[in-house]
Antibody, heavy 120, light 109 residues
C-alpha cells in the first residue's frame, strides 16, 4: 500500500521559513515524480510545483506565484521529498499536500497534508 | 494565466445522473489538456479519480466516467450514491503548467 506522510507544518510569522517533508512507502520512490499542491482554508486546490525522478534529470517546475521562494528537493535514499518555503506570506496559509506520480499521471496518490499557518 | 472554470455547486438525487464540467479560458478543452478529476470529502485529502480525460484509476468506481463534451472536460456520475457527495476538482495542463478549477460541490439530495 502506498503511503505518503507529510510533516513540518505549523505556525510561522510572516517573513519566516519552513521546510516541509513528505516520506513515502509502498512504492519505488526513485521512479516517482513528486508534486506539491496546496489548499487555502475553504478554497480550491493550487498546484505549487513538481520534481521529476532522477533518471530523467530530477528537474523542478514551479507555479508562477511561488517561483523564487519555494524550492522542491528530494532524497531518494530516504524516500523523502522536501518543500522549502522562504519569505512566508499570510497568503501561503494552506494545507500542503504531497502527491506521487506513479506512471499514470502526476497526481496518482495523495498524502493527508500538513497545515501551514502564517500569522503574527 | 489560464483560468479553469467549474460549476460552483450541483445537486443530484440518489440514483440519478449528473455531469460536471471543466472549461478553459484559453478555448476548447482537448485531450492535449490531459484533464484530471479528483474527489475530496470533508476533512479528507483529495483522491484521484480520472486522468488523461477518461482513464480510471484502479479504485475509481465504475459509475464515474470522464469525457470531452462541448469543448469542456466532463465528469459524469451515473447511478449516484449518497457517498458521492463531495467536492470535485478538475485539473488541466495548460502551457505545460497544471491548473486546477475552483471545484464543484456536489450535493446528493
Amino acid at each position: 500500500e502506498v503511503q505518503l506522510v507529510e510533516s513540518g507544518g505549523g505556525l510561522v510569522e510572516p517573513g519566516g521559513s519552513l521546510r516541509l517533508a513528505c516520506t513515502a512507502s509502498g512504492l519505488t520512490f526513485r521512479n516517482a515524480w513528486m508534486t506539491w499542491v496546496r489548499q487555502a482554508p475553504g478554497k480550491g486546490l493550487e498546484w505549487v510545483g513538481r520534481i521529476k525522478s532522477q533518471n530523467v534529470g530530477g528537474t523542478t517546475d514551479y507555479a508562477a506565484p511561488v517561483k523564487g521562494r519555494f524550492t522542491i528537493s528530494r532524497d531518494d535514499s530516504k524516500n523523502t521529498v522536501y518543500l522549502q518555503i522562504n519569505s512566508l506570506k499570510t497568503e501561503d496559509t494552506a494545507v500542503y499536500y504531497c502527491i506521487a506520480g506513479l506512471g499514470l499521471s502526476d497526481f496518482d496518490m495523495w498524502g493527508q497534508g500538513t497545515m501551514v499557518t502564517v500569522s503574527s | 494565466q489560464t483560468v479553469v472554470t467549474q460549476e460552483p455547486s450541483l445537486t443530484v438525487s440518489p440514483g440519478g445522473t449528473v455531469t460536471l464540467t471543466c472549461a478553459s479560458s484559453t478555448g476548447a478543452v482537448t485531450s492535449g489538456y490531459y484533464p484530471n478529476w479528483f474527489q475530496q470529502k470533508p476533512g479528507q485529502a483529495p483522491r484521484a479519480l480520472i486522468y488523461s480525460t477518461s482513464n480510471k484509476h484502479s479504485w475509481t468506481p465504475a459509475r464515474f466516467s470522464g469525457s470531452l463534451l462541448g469543448g469542456k472536460a466532463a465528469l459524469t456520475l451515473s447511478g449516484v450514491q449518497p457517498e458521492d457527495e463531495a467536492d470535485y476538482h478538475c485539473l488541466l495542463f495548460s502551457g505545460g503548467a497544471p491548473v486546477f478549477g475552483g471545484g464543484t460541490k456536489l450535493t446528493v439530495l
